[in-house]
């Protein structure tokens, strides 16, 4: 599986981005496509997964309300809509990917075999 991230840029605190991660490869396979983002100094934080059938979402306690994650009807790519931005969303942002069926929604980075390169999004105050 081949992910390729876009979409990041520079927005004004609570202005809104969206994401784009263009999946290709043996995506039958695939269970789960996530969002990931790394700050400076920080580690690789999840933001929110979906899985790659059904579209069934999970989200991080600090996204929740203002991100949303879903796969663009009939294309093979996945979406992050981010609204109400604000400095602290200021991160590199990953997409993922696992074939790996798990109990719960994986949310540790470990848990994800395919990565894209990161897309930068910068929040200004």
């Known amino acids: 599986v081949q992910l390729q991230a876009s979409g990041g840029g520079l927005v004004q605190a609570g202005g809104s981005l969206r994401l784009s991660c263009a999946a290709s490869g043996r995506l039958f396979s695939t269970y789960y496509v996530a969002w990931f983002r790394q700050a400076p100094g920080k580690e690789r934080e999840f933001i929110a997964a979906?899985?790659?059938?059904?579209?069934?979402?999970y989200y991080a306690d600090s996204v929740k309300g203002r991100f949303t994650i879903s796969r663009d009807s009939g294309e093979d790519t996945v979406s992050l809509h981010m609204f109400a931005l604000n400095v602290e969303d200021t991160a590199v942002y990953f997409c993922?990917?696992?074939?790996?069926?798990?109990?719960?929604?994986?949310?540790?980075?470990?848990?994800?075999?395919?990565w894209g390169q990161g897309t930068q999004v910068t929040v200004s105050s």
């Open positions: 993922a990917a696992s074939q790996i069926v798990r109990i719960e929604f994986p949310r540790s980075p470990q848990f994800y075999e395919y």
């Open positions: 979906s899985t790659w059938h059904s579209g069934i979402t």
